[in-house]
């Protein structure tokens, strides 16, 4: 069986799971939200990474069936959370297909009603690829901010994007490619390049979330340039939601204090 026609069976029979990596307030060390990481669990157990499958989806036409099979996964493993959680958000990976394609909206909202949550509870994560198109990018995102879910352009500085044209978008968030991360004071001519766009992004007044923070020096030069936000291996690699649900139920319960002897 070719990998596009496996692909297909795979979406029909739901092999699709999700790990969550946390977001991490700089400053605190607090979790406040993670990204949704798309995995394919064949029927004999393999793991198969995004990276692999996602670039097969999309040029096979199926990126936008697989962005709806996500958005039901994030629906069944987070809901009962952001219910209870209003201020998490969860970021999902939006392909360019999905930005264009009618109904997008639709099925964010109707994922919404059967969590019972919120919009700005969803972080939607688009690269510089998926606004390729400036009057599209400026409609769909300026409708999805309207309807106030929270909009992140993501692996930041690979792309093409000016600075005018990104002030011309309504985004929230702007993560920074792991390429950048990796060279902080490695001497390698791209270490500078993390200072401009860091400048850059507090001139446009965006809150920051760098990628692929895997080191304590690293954390501590993002902070001490304003960064607000990490994700990287340093705070926790992708993992089943439960496990980002027990790490925050005994980060409450060491901020409750000790618990005092009855008596
Ligand atoms: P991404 O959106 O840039 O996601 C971050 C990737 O970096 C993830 O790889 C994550 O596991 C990895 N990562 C996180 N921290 C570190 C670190 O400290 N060091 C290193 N070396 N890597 C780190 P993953 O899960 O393999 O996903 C790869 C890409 O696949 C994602 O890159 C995203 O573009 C795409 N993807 C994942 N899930 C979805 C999805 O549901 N829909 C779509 N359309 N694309 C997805
Ligand atoms: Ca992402
Ligand atoms: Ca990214």
Redesign the pocket.
């Known amino acids: 069986m070719s990998l596009p026609v496996a692909l297909k069976a795979a979406l029909r029979r739901k092999e699709f799971i999700l790990?969550y990596?946390p977001i991490v307030d700089l400053r605190s060390g607090r979790w406040t939200g993670v990204?949704?990481?798309?995995r394919w669990r064949r029927p004999e157990g393999e793991v198969i990474?995004?990276?692999l499958f996602?670039p097969l989806a999309e040029q096979n036409g199926l990126?936008v069936k697989?962005?709806r099979l996500?958005l039901e996964r994030v629906c069944t493993d987070t809901a009962a959370f952001l219910r209870a959680h209003p201020d998490f958000h969860v970021g999902?990976?939006?392909?360019p297909a999905d930005f264009h394609a009618g109904g997008f909206l639709d099925s964010l909202q109707q994922t919404l009603k059967q969590m019972g949550a919120r919009e700005s509870n969803l972080m939607l994560?688009v690269?510089e690829r998926g606004l390729l198109d400036p009057v599209v990018a400026r409609e769909t995102t300026g409708l999805l901010r309207r309807h106030g879910f929270l909009l992140a352009i993501?692996?930041f500085g690979t792309g093409y994007s000016s600075l005018s044209y990104l002030e011309s978008l309504e985004l929230d968030y702007l993560k920074i490619d792991?390429s950048f991360i990796e060279a902080i004071g490695t001497g390698a001519p791209t270490s500078q390049v993390v200072g401009h766009i860091i400048g850059m992004a507090r001139d446009l007044g965006l809150c920051m979330i760098a990628?692929?923070?895997?080191s304590q020096a690293q954390a501590d030069y993002l902070r001490r340039q304003g960064v607000q936000y990490g994700?990287?291996?340093?705070f926790g690699?992708?993992m089943p939601f439960w496990e980002i649900v027990r790490h925050l139920e005994e980060e409450a319960a060491q901020e409750a204090g000790p618990v005092r002897a009855a008596g």
């Open positions: 790990e990596q990204e949704a990481l798309v990474l995004p990276d996602i990126i697989l962005t996500v999902i990976n939006v392909a994560e690269t993501d692996d792991r990628e692929g923070v895997e994700q990287g291996w340093l690699r992708p």
